[in-house]
């Protein structure tokens, strides 16, 4: 498994802000689920009463903590249906090293199965439309919603913020039939900005239209990089999303 290499200087801060009690919520219901008899996952609902597409919220590599409840607290509030899978079944990472061994000892058939759960669990919500679903994901957690995407042509579209590409490029790129967003920086030592070019290319080569931008002189997660230059980047990333959700979900 592939190392994140995280900016040591804003770790602390991300860490800080990925604990700290969610505040200011606007979603109209938020609480944990089970999806299965064993997983579990944070709900977010609308205020507004009746049917409602639907996102599944995939975590970074720290866990469901509450930087990722409100980030699905942040859908529910713009009209979704948000549910985050806890796919480290409650156990959450407290410094870089704690969440590479959650990494290394993930069983990433088993979290595959558990989003296959998870998104069959949406469908079948009497809040959710069933056929208006898509996958969103961060780092460990965008690296999953491709894989997944690639599996579920169910979903509606797939966006990811600087996930892990897939090994194998045009073989991914065949399978994919989902539309992808992608947001990732153009400092990203993990990610490579010329392998993030390489999957646009074999995206295109494969017939589809993708929908990725490379934030110039960004680092690896810099949704959380608490710089002018960052939160900038972070939101034209989230209006990104916002609009895409928008289109493939048909919300207004």
Known sequence: MRRFTLCRGWCRLLLALSLSPALGLTA???????????ARG????????????????IQEWWGLNNWIRRQADRLAAHGYVALAPDL????????????????????????????QAAYAYLRHRPEVERNRIAA????????????????????????????????????????????????????????????VRRLAAALHAAGRQ??????????HAFAHLPTPAGRAAARDAWRRTLAFLARRLGQH
């Open 210 to 219: 993708p929908n990725i931008k490379i934030y110039a002189g960004m680092p």
């Open 88 to 115: 480290y079944y409650g156990k959450l990472a407290t410094t870089p090293r704690q969440a590479m061994a959650l990494v290394r000892s993930f069983n990433r058939a088993r979290g595959l199965r558990d989003l």
């Open 42 to 57: 944070y709900l977010a609902l609308p205020h507004a009463p009746g049917r409602h597409p639907a996102v599944l919220v």
């Open 136 to 195: 969103l994901g961060w780092c460990f957690g965008g690296g999953l919603a491709l894989r997944f995407a690639a599996r579920q042509p169910g979903l509606r579209g797939v966006a990811v913020y600087y996930g892990e590409l897939p090994a194998g490029l045009d073989s991914f790129a065949r399978r994919l039939r989902v539309p992808l967003l992608g947001n990732f920086g153009g400092a990203d030592r993990d990610i490579p900005p010329a392998r």
């Open 28 to 38: 109209a219901a938020q609480r944990m689920v089970n999806f299965t008899p064993l």
